[in-house]
């Protein structure tokens, strides 16, 4: 079983910025694939960006190219999520997920351990 913990939500005023972290505590996440996926309210869950285990593949939804950047420290067992330019539309609460699998496809149904969530609200 994998656990994981994400952080770094928060209020921002739109154009700003923010870094979400997920760490996967007694867990080396290093190893597998991590997916950051959104979900607004009464909207489905949509995959933001993904990493294969080896960093070599990433995924990001075209609503947040350009904008977001997922990234790995594998000496601090944490994958962030680097957003910027926020715009109102991308409010939701965030969740990273994991897999022991390969996830291709940065879908929800690939992946089976998922964090709490963290709430993002771009607003002025």
């Known amino acids: 079983q994998v656990q994981l913990v994400e952080s770094g939500g928060g209020l921002v005023q739109p154009g700003g910025s923010l870094r979400l972290s997920c760490v996967a505590p007694g867990f080396t996440s290093g190893d597998l694939p991590i997916g950051w996926f959104r979900q607004a309210p009464e909207k489905k869950r949509e995959g933001v960006a993904c990493?294969?285990?080896?960093?070599?593949?990433?995924y990001y939804a075209d609503s947040v190219k350009g904008r977001f950047t997922i990234s790995r420290d594998k000496a601090n067992n944490t994958v962030y999520l680097q957003m910027s330019s926020l715009k109102p539309e991308d409010t939701a609460v965030y969740y990273c997920?994991?897999?022991?699998?390969?996830?291709?496809?940065?879908?929800?149904?690939?992946?089976?351990?998922w964090g709490q969530g963290t709430q993002v609200t771009v607003s002025s």
């Open positions: 997920a994991s897999d022991p699998r390969p996830t291709p496809y940065c879908a929800p149904w690939e992946f089976e351990y």
């Open positions: 990493t294969s285990s080896e960093d070599d593949i990433t």
